[in-house]
């Protein structure tokens, strides 16, 4: 079946443009996450979706950075005003079950924004 | 707090040697769950193995093979008579079982991973 998609897989931005990156996670998969991943560095959680809920968003680095997944499917990020410390590779990953259970988080081909 | 080092940051080798990617955790939780994970140039993380806490037992799955030692917490990947196709980045993870993080992975640094023909 269908992996993650992400779309669009490049973006450039100005500084101070709004973006929105789009994530379509594997059908029937309760939860997905976000993470951003700096040049040379491990990807770092965002926030996490279990379906449309938004539980948990303590990794979002500031007020400019909103995401959302209204009917508990596609997901989409989007930052305002971008800053160039924004610039990096943006990872969506979705997983079947909830919080509990030892299942695995699957992961898109990520959006690399940059930010001039 | 939950912590993976991966101490290596780029490794390089000729094909056909054996290498070994080492991954150190840190963690509280008594369950918890450990991953590797690729990167090729691409961009895309590829699964490539999830174990358990209690688990401790080895696996081998064709050319990759991984230790897991809770003594000393850690969880090594061999890749035995390495490939060109191999050269990628490759992180391990670690999720708690519970708590707020929602079960959200944290990942090390990654180690770059460079097989010469």
Do not use: M
Not at chain 1, 6 to 31: E, M, T
Not at chain 2, 99 to 110: A, D, P, T, V, W
């Amino acid at each position: 079946g269908a992996g993650v998609s992400q779309s669009p897989r490049y973006k450039v931005a100005k500084r101070g443009q709004d973006v929105a990156l789009r994530c379509d996670p594997i059908s029937g998969h309760v939860s997905l996450f976000w993470y951003q991943q700096a040049l040379g560095q491990g990807p770092e959680f965002l926030t996490y979706f279990q379906n449309e809920a938004q539980l948990d968003k303590s990794g979002l680095p500031s007020d400019r950075f909103f995401a959302e997944r209204p009917e508990g499917s596609v997901s989409t990020l989007k930052i305002q005003r971008t800053q160039q410390e924004d610039s990096a590779v943006y990872l969506c990953a979705s997983r079947l079950q909830r919080r509990e259970g030892p299942d695995t988080q699957y992961f898109g081909p990520g959006t690399r924004l940059t930010v001039l | 707090a939950q912590k993976v080092t991966q101490a290596q940051t780029e490794i390089s080798v000729v094909e056909k040697e054996d290498v070994t990617l080492d991954c150190v955790y840190e963690t509280r939780d008594t369950t918890y769950y450990l991953f590797w994970y690729k990167q090729p140039p691409s961009g895309e993380l590829v699964f490539l193995i999830r174990r358990n806490s209690f688990d401790e037992q080895n696996e081998i799955s064709g050319r990759y093979s991984w230790n897991f030692q809770k003594s000393t917490s850690s969880f090594n990947f061999t890749i035995t008579a390495s490939q060109v196709v191999d050269s990628a980045v490759y992180f391990c993870a670690l999720r708690g079982y519970y708590g707020g993080s929602q079960g959200n992975l944290i990942f090390g640094k990654g180690t770059k991973l460079s097989v010469k023909p």
